[in-house]
């Protein structure tokens, strides 16, 4: 329930009594919203870690803990601290111990208030971790702007694609009732340096821009405020229209312009720091500008007009694909946005999910990352796992988000990595963001499964820095979340590192894709060729046949592959210089094409299917030996879902392998079980 801001009570003689002898009181230099819930956030942690309250002085006392800003600070010491100063930005801070008129203070320093209180957060960090902090000297700011998760929550609280029951907001009671889980809510993003969140789905409803409802959002708003938490909207773009306004929503009509704008101005009236509009426009059947023979530009620039004079931000969504073009998916987002590039109005951020097709277990990097060097591009990462086994299966995602901000686009040269792209170094971007598609619910754990939690933590760290080690990430998550041992944070690192390597491999191994059941997305369901439209069908993307399986997407096929830079290109055009987990993403090839170990395309698929299963074996093995460590609730809960995880890898390798089996007419490696 307390995430990863449980304050374990810290045992140790030693650590205990050193903590509290360095920290004796706590001197607040200023008094603002923002300070008040460090305070209120320092004590929590203090009766929790200590059983006491920390004293707070309005005179700074030797070994005192020291709030203050950077103007805030006597001139001698911003002296002192210049360089620190210069290397932090506007909601970065400092931590450090220093000496200031003979007495020993531990000064937690910034820019604004919200650095303070994400220096809160960090110094509580270093206590939960048992850090020594006699000499501590940390310094840290956010490598990107706008750091959000996107609720993709309707208004009758279901959640699109959410498994861990229905939606936190309580639209129904608001504005009038705060829940408690609102606060827990903004303490734990501002904890990682969360600063937005987008309350509602994508598959907009234009009753949010109701009167009604913007009372209601702006209650959510005032909660969040103090967190640094900006408060944003999905606008569906034919609001206009369903609000019986206008017959109209093109968006170079001057009414519809109109519009807009008088939203915005009602919008600003009631949340000042109202962040601005996400919008998926023509795209799975959301109304968009082309319903109006107009662009993504037009579209997006008219929002973006309407939002301008308050700071406001569009994050227009890249996720198009159409039934016109069913030639491939893949190629769709790029062919139709790479156009545009540098035609955005400033304050517009184009959002691109990691992957050209759609959040799969395994997908190589969505091709506009780089090929829109005028144009800030935000991530889209998928936290809740709708392809991924839901909140049923362990899997650690920051080692998958990882992978994808590491890897080279080639498009500016050599090291032109995706995290680049999305922070901006890259062609020098003033506007930056990341979003993660929530996986949060009414759950009483908010995740629905124990380490789900660990991928909204894993989210907001690589959204602060996108340069993070998922193991970095994976261990302090651990230490906060469980327990410091070292063994067990050793064991139960490895093992969520790997975990999700195991699900490619009992799913989607080498490439394979979207071969999950229609609609819902859990199960396999290679065999799906029904659907009214191509795209939707599994068969579509393995194309198995007698003769091979995979997609061809080089020349010879749908050439998705021109929209990579080279060496990509040249690289991926040859299966043999292919990287094997890319290989059937890419190429169709024969069932007896001869892979790197010398085996067959069968064998190899068939014996990573298998070894998927095996590995959630061993994973059951692994949680079993951490009982000592864990309490009996999430211990069992964890080791309960394991096994449902187990019977669905055996479910995923069995089905796949008998579905492929048909074509491939070749008998399955000694090791793996014949499907019933
Ligand atoms: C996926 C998902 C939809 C969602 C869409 C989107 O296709 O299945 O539920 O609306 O992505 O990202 O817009």
């Excluded at 694909?321 to 545009?340: G, I, L, N, T």
């Excluded at 059937?584 to 068939?606: I, R, V």
Aim: with cysteine; proline share 6%.
């Amino acid at each position: 329930h307390d995430l990863w801001l449980q304050y374990a009570e810290i045992t140790g003689d030693n650590l205990k009594n050193t903590y509290l002898d360095e920290i004796q009181s706590v001197t607040f230099s200023s008094q603002s919203e923002t300070t008040g819930k460090a305070q209120e956030e320092l004590q929590i942690a203090w009766r929790s870690f200590f059983g006491q309250e920390l004293a707070v002085n309005t005179t700074l006392q030797n070994k005192a803990l020291w709030l203050a800003t950077e103007k805030e600070l006597p001139k001698p010491l911003q002296q002192q601290l210049k360089t620190d100063f210069a290397h932090i930005n506007e909601e970065g801070f400092l931590i450090k111990k220093l000496q200031f008129k003979g007495k020993a203070i531990m000064l937690i320093s910034a820019k604004k208030e919200i650095g303070l209180l994400y220096g809160t957060f960090r110094f509580l960090k270093e206590l939960q971790l048992h850090q020594p902090i006699e000499k501590i000297a940390i310094t840290d700011s956010p490598k990107i702007q706008k750091r959000v998760l996107n609720h993709w929550d309707n208004l009758d609280r279901t959640v699109e694609r959410g498994y861990a029951g229905f939606s936190i907001w309580d639209w129904h009671l608001l504005p009038e009732l705060i829940k408690p889980e609102y606060i827990d809510y903004a303490r734990a993003n501002a904890s990682v340096g969360i600063n937005g969140t987008v309350l509602t789905n994508v598959n907009a409803n234009s009753l949010v821009l109701s009167p009604q409802y913007i009372e209601k959002v702006q209650a959510l708003a005032d909660v969040f405020r103090p967190y640094g938490i900006q408060v944003y909207l999905t606008a569906r773009f034919s609001s206009p229209v369903e609000t019986g306004d206008l017959e109209t929503a093109d968006p170079l009509d001057p009414e519809v312009r109109k519009w807009w704008k008088n939203k915005a101005d009602e919008i600003y009236q009631s949340i000042p720091d109202f962040g601005g509009f996400l919008v998926k426009a023509n795209s799975e059947g959301q109304p968009g500008p082309n319903n109006y023979g107009r662009t993504h530009v037009d579209g997006a620039n008219m929002m973006a007009e309407a939002l301008a004079p308050h700071n406001g931000i569009v994050m227009w969504r890249a996720f198009v694909y159409s039934e016109d073009d069913p030639e491939d998916r893949a190629k769709q987002a790029y062919s139709e946005f790479v156009p545009f590039d540098g035609q955005f109005a400033e304050n517009v951020l184009i959002q691109v999910k990691n992957g050209p097709i759609d959040f799969q277990p395994r997908e190589p990097f969505h091709p506009i990352f780089g090929a829109m060097p005028d144009t800030p591009l935000m991530m889209e990462f998928q936290i809740t796992q709708e392809y991924l086994g839901f909140s049923s299966h362990l899997v650690y995602l920051p080692k998958m988000f990882q992978e994808t901000l590491e890897t080279d686009t080639y498009t500016a040269g050599k090291n032109s990595t995706v995290a680049k792209v999305i922070d901006g170094s890259l062609s020098h971007k003033k506007l930056t963001g990341m979003a993660g598609v929530a996986n949060i619910g009414n759950e009483s754990n908010w995740t629905g499964h124990p380490f789900g939690q660990a991928n909204w933590y894993g989210f907001g760290r690589l959204a602060w820095n996108p340069y993070l080690d998922s193991r970095t990430i994976a261990e302090d998550w651990l230490k906060m979340t469980f327990s410091t041992d070292e063994e067990f944070v050793r064991t139960v690192s490895d093992m969520m590192l790997q975990s999700r390597e195991s699900v490619v491999k009992y799913m989607t191994p080498l490439g394979l894709h979207h071969i999950m059941a229609t609609g819902h997305h859990y199960g396999p369901g290679p065999w799906v060729s029904n659907l009214s439209r191509p795209e939707w069908n599994p068969v579509y993307y393995h194309k198995a046949d007698s003769l091979g399986v995979g997609f061809d997407r080089t020349t010879s096929g749908s050439d998705a592959l021109s929209q990579y830079a080279n060496p990509i290109q040249q690289e991926y055009e040859n299966p043999e210089t292919t990287p094997e987990e890319f290989l059937l993403w890419f190429h169709h090839l024969p069932w007896d094409y001869q892979m790197k170990n010398g085996k067959t395309l069968w064998f190899n698929m068939s014996s990573t299917y298998q070894e998927g299963v095996e590995e959630v074996q061993k994973m059951i093995q692994t949680w079993q030996g951490m009982k000592k460590f864990v309490d009996e609730q999430r211990f069992q809960k964890v080791s309960m879902l394991l096994q449902i995880q187990l019977k669905e890898a055996r479910w995923w390798r069995d089905a796949c392998l008998s579905y492929f089996k048909q074509f491939s007419k070749m008998e399955l490696p000694e090791n793996v079980p014949q499907p019933e």
